[in-house]
């Protein structure tokens, strides 16, 4: 299993900054992509940025020019820095793995999230 430990939330006023840092620890054999989805009140989890396994970027249209997401591979860190934060950033920001692990039967590959952690931008 992978454990994704979350930290960097909390309440901000509109146009401020916020920098989420995920951390993956566990039977990591290896980490395929990893990166940042958020779920705001009444809507469905939507990818916010994330690295794919070939090493690029993918962000959601709606934060492209004020998020960056950036990694630390030695630490197995992930982190998001939001810049120009707006009301409607306002979310759970929930980490996400897909790594391959060792298992007692070899290697397994799966998802995993972590427990998420809260982002409120006022206006």
């Known amino acids: 299993q992978v454990q994704l430990v979350e930290s960097g939330g909390g309440l901000v006023q509109a146009g401020g900054s916020l920098k989420l840092s995920c951390t993956a620890s566990?039977?990591?054999?290896?980490?395929?992509?990893m990166g940042w989805y958020r779920r705001a009140p009444g809507k469905q989890r939507e990818l916010v940025a994330a690295?794919?396994?070939?090493?690029?970027?993918n962000y959601a249209d709606s934060v492209k020019g004020r998020f960056t997401i950036s990694r630390d591979n030695a630490k197995n860190t992930v982190y998001l820095q939001m810049n120009s934060l707006k009301p409607e950033d306002t979310a759970v920001y929930y980490c996400?793995?897909?790594?391959?692990?060792?298992?007692?039967?070899?290697?397994?590959?799966?998802?995993?999230w972590g427990q998420g952690t809260q982002v409120t931008v006022s206006s």
């Open positions: 690295f794919t396994s070939g090493g690029s970027t």
């Open positions: 566990g039977r990591i054999f290896s980490i395929h992509t």
């Open positions: 996400n793995a897909r790594a391959t692990t060792t298992q007692t039967m070899g290697l397994m590959t799966g998802d995993f």
